[in-house]
């Protein structure tokens, strides 16, 4: 029961005590004021509303037997109202009005006062506590349309900065191919000429500026092709490229998750997308699997990759095939760890340590 029905039970008791106290002999009074508050605290206590109905009955039985107790309706009447068998307060008519028949005019009246006054006092906490449960109903409701902007909010900053980071790629790989296909093929042509020239020239001075020309061109060239392999190395997307190969994948279902935050090493990024492919390509020769998932994750210390599928594992020797001999010679070059489990279809635990890479 609230705060607040509480109060207003204990200030209609303290009416009714008052009221009952300047009526009745000293004899009979602790009994009647120690049977309401008994009722009185038994309605508070038991939640169950059929429980209710049975003790505000009970209750109205006894005013039948002992009229005084008619005094203390009000507090038994307060519980029902509002209740689900709220009309079992009718109930509660027949001791009263028998009570109106032999008791003075004064005294019915104020019985009467005090059961409207109940009444009321109901109403109003019940309006009350409506109010604060809506207040909380909105506020929930808040906090969840808050929790849900907050997250639609970083969603689009990572979409943001994942269309910022496919656009930066994109436009290293178009710098790339601009650079090889404009200024290399310019440089190529102007080794070609200055050999060329080299070959038909008679003075030897100007044979040495061609050949010093020559060999200028050539470490130009040299320096921009490690410049745009530089460049395009950097611009992979692990993600992008697991994707392709996912959607390449038409075996069986693959469920894919990717956490990786910070951009490896291009050397291990091949290494990566190679055992992905060597993986996938078992599953597709060896396995019964249906579905297949694949998950990157990050940690402080050191880069994880966990391939599983379903299917029923056969006998399998790792120093068969080059398969996996493959991906363990991939991993052990980066001075991390591979392990294979058999227990619930064939899953590869792949750890590399950051430490090692920087």
Same mark, same amino acid.
């Given at each position: ?24 002999? $000293? ?11 008994? $009722? ?5 206590? $038991? ?10 009955? $009970? ?60 009444? !009321? ?38 979409? /943001? ?5 496919? #656009? ?29 020239? /080299? ?10 500026? !061609? ?22 190395? /950097? ?13 390449? %994948?038409? %075996? ?29 390509? =078992?599953? #597709? ?15 402080? #210390? %050191? ?6 599928? =379903? ?16 991906? #363990? ?30």
């Amino acid at each position: 029961m609230h705060t607040e029905n509480l109060i207003d039970k204990t200030v209609l008791f303290l009416c009714c005590l008052v009221f009952y106290l300047c009526q009745n002999a $000293f004899e009979s009074r602790v009994a009647v004021v120690l049977t309401a508050v008994s $009722f009185g605290t038994f309605l508070s206590y $038991f939640d169950k509303e059929i429980v209710k109905v049975l003790i505000t009955v $009970f209750y109205s039985v006894l005013c039948l037997l002992y009229p005084p107790l008619v005094l203390y309706l009000p507090v038994i009447a307060y519980d029902m109202i509002f209740n689900k068998y709220q009309a079992v307060n009718l109930v509660a008519i027949a001791p009263f009005v028998l009570f109106a028949q032999n008791a003075p005019l004064p005294v019915t009246a104020t019985v009467a006062s005090m059961l409207f006054f109940s009444l !009321l006092l109901r109403c109003r906490t019940q309006k009350k506590i409506d109010y604060k449960r809506q207040c909380s109903i909105l506020s929930d409701k808040t906090l969840e349309m808050s929790r849900l902007l907050e997250e639609q909010k970083r969603d689009l900053i990572a979409r /943001q900065d994942d269309e910022l980071a496919i #656009a930066t790629l994109n436009e290293r790989n178009r710098i790339a191919r601009e650079i090889h296909d404009n200024v290399g093929h310019l440089l190529s042509g102007s080794i070609l000429q200055t050999a060329a020239l /080299q070959t038909v020239a008679k003075d030897k001075g100007i044979k040495e500026g !061609l050949e010093t020309l020559n060999r200028t061109l050539t470490q130009a060239m040299d320096n921009i092709r490690q410049s745009v392999h530089d460049i395009y190395d /950097q611009s992979i997307d692990l993600n992008l490229e697991i994707e392709k190969i996912i959607d390449r %994948f038409q %075996f069986c279902e693959v469920r894919y998750d990717y956490s990786f935050n910070s951009n490896q090493d291009k050397k291990l990024k091949y290494a990566f997308i190679a055992i992905v492919k060597e993986a996938l390509a =078992n599953v #597709a020769k060896h396995s019964d699997a249906t579905y297949v998932s694949i998950t990157f994750r990050e940690h402080p #210390a %050191f880069y994880q990759l966990v391939i599983k599928d =379903n299917g029923h594992v056969k006998e399998y020797r790792t120093d068969e095939g080059l398969g996996l001999k493959n991906m #363990a010679d991939r991993v052990e070059s980066f001075h991390g760890h591979m392990n294979i489990s058999v227990d619930q279809g064939f899953q590869i635990f792949i750890t590399i340590p950051k430490e090692k890479q920087e």
